[in-house]
């Protein structure tokens, strides 16, 4: 079994806001070097450290930030995880994106009701008008005795 401070890399994965493959991805660039395989069996377990991957996620930052060649400052780590600002800009752009459309689709939505209607009042008037107008019978004209190909 793995390390204490090794977790799989799906885990991993899902607590730095990154997709699995991009994970193993990683590792198998040499990015990720906390990497550990277990095998049981026939299968194979990554095993990688959680810190490493958050940092190569970049959801966390180095411990110094430098400032110029011979000067570190120090800083406070991030706050909890960035994913959650991700997702809350994320909604925020969709929310965005969504509230003309919806619009858009409640004025279309009046323009077919309204339609719908002009069509019911113009079957009406044909209906009407259908009912005014009699047929005009045809004047009785001998019709033409029908011969057949043989009597020519």
Same mark, same amino acid.
């Given at each position: 079994?793995?390390?204490?401070?090794?977790?799989?890399?799906?885990?991993?994965?899902?607590?730095?806001g990154?997709?699995?493959?991009?994970?193993?991805? !990683?590792?198998?660039? @040499?990015?990720?070097?906390?990497?550990?395989?277990?095998?049981? @069996?026939?299968?194979?377990?990554?095993?990688?450290?959680?810190?490493?991957?958050?940092?190569?996620?970049?959801?966390?930052?180095?411990?110094?930030?430098?400032?110029?060649?011979?000067?570190?400052?120090?800083?406070?780590?991030?706050?909890?995880?960035?994913?959650?600002?991700?997702?809350?800009?994320?909604?925020? !752009? /969709?929310n965005?994106?969504? /509230?003309?459309? #919806?619009?858009?689709?409640?004025?279309? @939505?009046?323009?077919?009701?309204?339609?719908?209607?002009?069509?019911?009042?113009?079957?009406?008037?044909?209906?009407?008008?259908?009912?005014? #107008?009699?047929?005009?019978?045809?004047p009785?004209?001998?019709?033409?005795?029908?011969?057949?190909?043989?009597?020519?």
């Open positions: 079994m793995p390390d204490n401070d090794l977790i799989p890399i799906k885990e991993a994965a899902n607590r730095a990154i997709h699995v493959n991009t994970v193993r991805g !990683a590792i198998r660039d @040499g990015r990720i070097k906390s990497a550990s395989k277990v095998v049981e @069996g026939k299968r194979e377990y990554w095993f990688v450290s959680l810190q490493e991957v958050l940092t190569f996620a970049g959801n966390i930052r180095p411990d110094y930030v430098s400032t110029s060649d011979d000067n570190s400052v120090p800083h406070e780590p991030l706050p909890g995880n960035n994913s959650l600002i991700i997702q809350e800009t994320i909604a925020a !752009a /969709v965005q994106a969504v /509230v003309p459309l #919806t619009q858009l689709i409640d004025k279309q @939505g009046q323009q077919i009701a309204d339609l719908s209607r002009e069509v019911g009042r113009l079957e009406e008037k044909l209906s009407q008008l259908q009912n005014q #107008t009699r047929p005009v019978p045809a009785d004209e001998e019709k033409p005795k029908k011969r057949g190909w043989f009597n020519r």
